[in-house]
């Protein structure tokens, strides 16, 4: 027997979910399906367990993609201030922490629940631990068929997600559906993601775990001005999430330690001052101690600054403000926020995010080719390009 919906999602994460309420509002019949065992598993772990949800200064050039401008439409038309209106509607106690970024203030659970509630308002219904076995098209749209048995609907919209997280329940499926109808799939890899270190720094550095420094990072033309974090595998926090997405394989990174110094001033001075200090000394006023022990011993300094020459005072201002870091690589979709690349949107309406060639099939949210900006904007994706197929499946 073959059940008969308008739309079926493929994904109860937050596109698929958003999307599903919005096309249930419209009065169509629509099913949600997942292969997990409970919904929305990365909105429960996002944010800390708090779940940035948005962020309010969220524009388009908070997003990578192959096609900047595919992203607009969607996001003009579901604002970071439409989804807070939801989110009070729902009475969710929030706060704002750096700059626009909204989090919920006791659990990420509360805004899954939000979702959820939404879509039993909207009439959505949704269909955990099932397998997707095959997706054909018939004559009215497309034939599924599952380890739940066989449903067939007008509009299917793709909303599995990345490949970032696999224990989470992330799979190439949404790539793999792309492709069966034509669209093509741009390269993935791992995005807003910590990198791994070559063992002899990463020995350096791990003893130094836990420890956060403000710097700012640069990597191919993109800077960032956010806190770096020692792990006991390499750098994280999001200063290193914000450039890996930006980061390719063998690029080093230039890390300002002191991007509110100038340090080759200021030891020059206090060579004039305190000619017996050390360059540690000064490390010390403005580093975490541990970190700045750590980082003179890795570059050899020690000894009275009156014993550095200007030219060596130089040298070692610039590595303050230009430390040259070569990643050994990054931790991979075992641990990366988001996937880049995906989808190619080139195939896609920007307002109804259907794909052009193939009638009633829609792609949502993290499988396309648009990544955010750690801070709340990859959720603003999944909330507006799930609005915005959710208004025309
Ligand atoms: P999402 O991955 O949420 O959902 C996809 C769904 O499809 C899942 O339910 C999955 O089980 C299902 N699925 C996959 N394959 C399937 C298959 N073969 N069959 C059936 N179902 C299948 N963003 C942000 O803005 N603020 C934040 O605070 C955070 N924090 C954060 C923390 C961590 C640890 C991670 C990993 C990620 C974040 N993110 C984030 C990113 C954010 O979680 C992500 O961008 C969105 O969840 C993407 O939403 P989607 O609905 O597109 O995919």
């Known amino acids: 027997m073959t059940r008969t ?15 599903a309420a919005t096309a249930g509002y419209r009065g169509r019949s629509v099913l949600v399906i997942d292969h997990a065992n409970k919904p929305g598993k990365k909105i429960l772990m996002s944010g800390g367990g708090r779940c940035n949800f948005t962020n309010l200064n969220s524009t388009p050039a908070n997003f990578l993609s192959d096609n900047p401008s595919f992203c607009i439409s969607a996001l003009k038309r579901y604002t970071p201030q439409d989804f ?17 970024q909204l989090f919920g203030r006791d ?18 219904e949704i269909a955990l631990k099932t397998q997707i076995e095959s997706i054909d098209t018939e004559t009215l749209g497309y034939r599924l068929d599952t380890s739940a048995g066989r449903f067939s609907c007008e509009s299917l919209v793709v909303a599995c997600g990345g490949r970032s997280i696999p224990t989470m329940g992330a799979t190439g499926l949404g790539y793999d559906i792309a492709r069966q109808f034509g669209l093509k799939v741009l390269p993935t890899r ?20 836990g420890i956060s420094c403000p710097v700012e990072v640069s990597c191919n033309g993109e800077v960032f001005r956010e806190p770096m974090l020692v792990t006991h595998r390499g750098l994280s926090g999001p200063a290193m999430l914000q450039i890996s997405s930006f980061w390719t394989p063998g690029d080093a990174l230039s890390i300002n330690l002191l991007p509110e110094a100038n340090p080759r001033e200021s030891l020059v001075q206090r060579r004039s001052a305190r000619p017996q200090s050390q360059i540690q000394n000064y490390l010390d006023d403005r580093l975490p101690k541990r970190f700045a022990k750590a980082f003179c011993e ?17 040298a070692v201002a610039d590595v303050l403000s230009h430390w040259q870091l070569k990643p050994a690589g990054t931790e991979g979709y075992r641990t990366a926020e988001v996937t880049l690349g995906g989808v190619d949107t080139q195939g896609l309406s920007s307002k109804t995010m259907a794909a052009n060639d193939q009638p009633g099939l829609f ?14 904007h990859n959720f603003q994706w999944a909330w507006a390009s799930g609005v915005a197929a959710g208004q025309h499946a």
């Open 363 to 376: 792609f949502v949210g993290e499988v396309l080719d648009v990544t955010g900006h750690l801070g709340g």
């Open 107 to 124: 659990s990420s659970k509360d805004i899954l629940d939000m979702l959820l509630t939404e879509c039993n308002w909207a009439g959505a």
């Open 298 to 314: 890795l570059q050899n300094w020690s000894g009275p600054l009156q014993h550095y020459r200007n030219e060596e005072l130089d």
């Open 190 to 209: 791992a995005g807003l993601v910590p990198f791994t270190l070559h063992p002899e720094l990463k020995e350096h550095l791990a003893p130094l775990s």
């Open 5 to 19: 919906y308008d739309v079926i999602v493929v994904g109860a994460g937050a596109a698929g979910l958003m999307c």
């Open 84 to 100: 807070l209106e939801l989110v009070e509607r729902h009475s969710i106690a929030h706060v704002e922490k750096s700059a626009g």
